[in-house]
């Protein structure tokens, strides 16, 4: 996922820190893997948001892990919770 490769990219690269890089990426790959069995585990972003908007978010240390749920569970973007993730959410 491009979002996954651009957190990555950024700390080992832009912040040197590679280590951090791998315990992150590792971090919100495991909350993630939690939705398999629990997937109302997140909120429902119209709920928080107060917009109209279709999907779920889950808090990943300082991401936003945000998917869906049909015939499964899809993640449609992780962001970063410290800058505008709201104006991006719904850009997907």
Not at 26 to 54: C, H, W, Y
Not at 64 to 78: A, G, K, Q, V
């Amino acid at each position: 996922m491009a979002d996954l490769q651009e957190i990555d990219d950024y700390i080992s690269e832009k912040l040197m820190n590679q280590d951090a890089a791998k315990r992150i990426i590792a971090a919100i790959a495991q909350d993630a893997s939690r939705l398999k069995s629990n997937p109302s585990l997140g909120f429902e972003l119209s709920r928080k948001t107060g917009r109209v908007i279709k999907g779920r978010g889950l808090v990943s240390g300082k991401y936003l892990i945000i998917y869906d749920i049909d015939d499964c569970i899809s993640i449609l973007r992780i962001l970063d919770t410290r800058v505008d993730f709201l104006r991006r959410i719904g850009t997907w």
